[in-house]
């Protein structure tokens, strides 16, 4: 006669790691098959890239100036020169190599602003669903509140109250978009909580920490990985409206929103100062945007 024996926590756990490393091959296959994502892939590679190496890659330093080559417009039109492929600005400042500088910064701060964001979002979430009542309803209610503010406006607030700086201008965009991380997250520990496998663990005496970092959080991921995706686009187009507005990252490093905000005076004599520096923003969104829906469209399991 057979002895049938109950699963253990272990057990429990390892049959959920296997069923999510499944779906993360069948998200992955699903991804590397789309057009538009590799497409967005490629270029955000090219950009990454850039701005990892780019003390290497840039042709000039970005803070050169030289006033005889100033304004020189790029090197396939009239009066272009061969050593600035993209022009130069109104103090001969080399726009390729600001531009590739400027890269660095954009995703410094996208990619932070969001990683700030995810811990103070997804902790807060986690404790609003997973422990309900009041401490469900005080964060739920700040959150409200927090969203009912323009998040530009708010960031700007603060990067004026504290100074421009390149750490403020992270820590204040990851303090002003925490609160879709946690509204998410809740959601997802509100369903999950109530789940045969939740249950099971529980049962079986499994602590009340273990079951929230081992089995809720991360059946969250998916969505912390899409959300974190976009935000990080988000980020980079705050970050860029800031530095236009003069309360960015400060003067100590090139940024594209400060480019095209030195250029917009100029540009009907030197159309390619906010030209390019614009299609850098707009071509970096884009790909990011175009990985990020797609990428939500692959970790769906309701879509085929």
């Given at each position: 006669?057979?002895?049938?024996?109950?699963?253990?926590?272990?057990?429990?756990?390892?049959?959920?790691?296997?069923?999510?490393?499944?779906?993360?091959?069948?998200?992955?296959?699903?991804?590397?098959?789309?057009?538009?994502?590799?497409?967005?892939?490629?270029?955000?590679?090219?950009?990454?890239?850039?701005?990892?190496?780019?003390?290497?890659?840039?042709?000039?330093?970005?803070?050169?100036?030289?006033?005889?080559?100033?304004?020189?417009?790029?090197?396939?039109a009239a009066g272009g020169h061969a050593s600035h492929l993209l022009g130069t600005d109104q103090v001969g400042r080399d726009i390729l190599s600001r531009?590739?500088?400027?890269?660095?910064?954009?995703?410094?701060?996208?990619?932070?602003?969001?990683?700030?964001?995810?811990?103070?979002?997804?902790?807060?979430?986690?404790?609003?669903?997973?422990?309900?009542?009041?401490?469900?309803?005080?964060?739920?209610?700040?959150?409200?509140?927090?969203?009912s503010?323009?998040?530009?406006?708010?960031?700007?607030?603060?990067?004026?109250?504290?100074?421009?700086?390149?750490?403020?201008?992270?820590?204040?965009?990851?303090?002003?978009?925490?609160?879709?991380?946690?509204?998410?997250?809740?959601?997802?520990?509100l369903a999950l909580r109530e789940k045969d496998f939740v249950e099971a663990a529980r049962a079986m005496g499994v602590s009340a920490t273990r079951v929230l970092f081992r089995h809720l959080l991360p059946n969250t991921f998916s969505s912390i990985i899409v959300l974190s995706t976009l935000q990080v686009a988000q980020a980079i187009l705050q970050e860029a409206a800031l530095s236009f507005l003069g309360v960015g990252s400060g003067r100590a490093y090139p940024t594209w929103g400060q480019m095209i905000a030195l250029g917009r005076d100029f540009v009907s004599v030197a159309w390619w100062l906010p030209t390019f520096p614009g299609l850098a923003i707009l071509l970096t969104v884009l790909a990011i945007n175009l990985v990020g829906d797609r990428l939500r469209d692959a970790l769906d399991p309701r879509t085929t």
């Open positions: 006669m057979a002895i049938r024996t109950l699963p253990t926590a272990d057990g429990v756990d390892l049959a959920a790691g296997r069923g999510r490393g499944a779906e993360r091959s069948r998200a992955w296959r699903k991804l590397t098959r789309n057009p538009l994502a590799l497409l967005g892939g490629v270029i955000l590679a090219v950009v990454i890239g850039a701005a990892v190496a780019a003390p290497w890659v840039a042709p000039h330093d970005p803070a050169k100036q030289t006033l005889i080559r100033r304004f020189t417009p790029p090197v396939w531009m590739i500088h400027g890269a660095r910064i954009s995703l410094i701060v996208g990619v932070l602003a969001v990683v700030v964001s995810v811990i103070v979002g997804v902790s807060l979430g986690l404790l609003s669903g997973f422990r309900g009542g009041r401490v469900d309803v005080v964060i739920m209610t700040i959150v409200d509140i927090t969203l503010f323009p998040q530009l406006l708010l960031a700007l607030a603060f990067v004026a109250a504290l100074g421009p700086s390149l750490v403020t201008i992270i820590v204040v965009l990851g303090l002003t978009g925490w609160e879709r991380y946690a509204r998410v997250v809740r959601a997802e520990v």
